[in-house]
């Protein structure tokens, strides 16, 4: 089973885990860095604890256990997809609308590699944001590889 299908499966598992803990699934990744790691993110308003992070660990690995369609050997991580979590779902982007957002390209977008600039809008095609010039952007979503709420430090 490939990656996306893995990812999709756990998604779908994962979703009423969560849910009945009064959770929101953020996102499922399932990458390979020296080992294999399944990697769920859920968050709340006001944020999650460790205890969250274990309710939900040990309901999903119980599941994926009686599943068992991961051939290969990984670990499972369930946390907090932390302050910059990328901006996927609809919902997320509308959050952050009139805000500062940190872009990066799958290639050169206008010569840039990353943007950051205020998301003002989106639907299926587009996000339409204004660069610090007060220039209105409307960049199409296929070109762009993630989006982050932007961190002033």
Known sequence: MDKKKITERVTDLAA?????????LVDVEYVRERDWFLRV???KAGGID??????????????????????EKYYL???SPGIDRPLKKDKDLEAHYGQ??????FAPYEGKKQL????????????VLEDAK????????KLIASV???IDF
Do not use: M, Y
Request: hydrophobic residues 40%; aromatic residues 4%; charged residues 40%.
């Open 116 to 127: 950051t600039a205020v998301l003002k809008s989106h639907d299926a095609e587009k996000l």
């Open 16 to 24: 009423p885990i969560v849910e009945e803990a009064g959770l929101e």
């Open 77 to 79: 991580e369930v946390s």
């Open 41 to 43: 993110f859920i968050d």
């Open 100 to 105: 500062k957002v940190d872009l990066a390209f």
């Open 134 to 141: 007060k220039k209105k952007l409307a960049i199409e979503r």
């Open 50 to 71: 460790i205890d969250d992070c274990s309710a939900v660990s040990n309901a999903l690995a119980k599941k994926l256990d009686e599943e068992d369609f991961i051939k």
């Open 148 to 150: 982050r709420p932007h």
